[in-house]
């Protein structure tokens, strides 16, 4: 994992870009890192748990259900920080139309194995956006902002 | 740290002592082998502790929700036992809590299998 920083001074945000393998050990990584981040800007434990979880889920859909674990493709990450933590995750997948999944809350889907990712993102994420990536693939933004920033 | 499981019994009761992560891969497959294992030798009465559980995530979540409509499939039972606040807060979020039979004292637990 090779990554970039860049610090703007004038209004403390700080920026890291990487680049992940289509592998389980690149959700880890990124949680991770993640986390770490979130720790540094000041959020709690529990704050940090939820954006990690929320970061696992997006890179678990990337991996598997975009990239579909292709050596060949990558995964993006980006973790913006200031008085917020924002995490752009893309994949290079085949693209994804979110309206097409059931409602894992609604009581026929209760029992369903899967589709349970998205929801978990929104409970603990301020702001959540997925769009087309440019140049193909889905990408998927997570805000969360700074108690009291 | 992934799962790690270990399985003991306590009267008809068959508990699974759960320590460690659930989430996509080893964890939950490890998870998912386990109570197929016991549903295919016949437990019926089966009993998750997940006191020492320390991450479960949407897939883990996934693959309780599998336990328990596989063991029930079979006319058996599955409940939970020592969940952690955030696994509560999951099983809330998700509507999962009414779904399953959560217990908080594990005696308690094995006696509701009567």
Redesign the interface.
Known sequence: MQLSRAARDIDNMEKIQTLLDST?ES?DKAEALVMREAGKLGFDE?DQ?GIG?AV??CM?NAV?HGNRYNKKKHVHLEIVTDKEIAVTIGDEGEGFDMSMLPD??APEN?????G??L??IR?FMDDFDMHPRPGGGTEVRLVKKVPGA | MSVKLTTRRVGDVTVIDAAGRITLGEGASAFRDRIRELASSGDKKILLNLAEVSYIDSSGIGELVSGFTTVTGDGGQLKLVGLSKRIKDLLQITKLYTVFDVHDDEAAAVRSFA
């Open positions: 389980l959700v529990d748990h979880m696992r889920e678990v598997v894992p809350t209760l029992l369903r194995q899967s349970r990712g929801l978990l409970a």
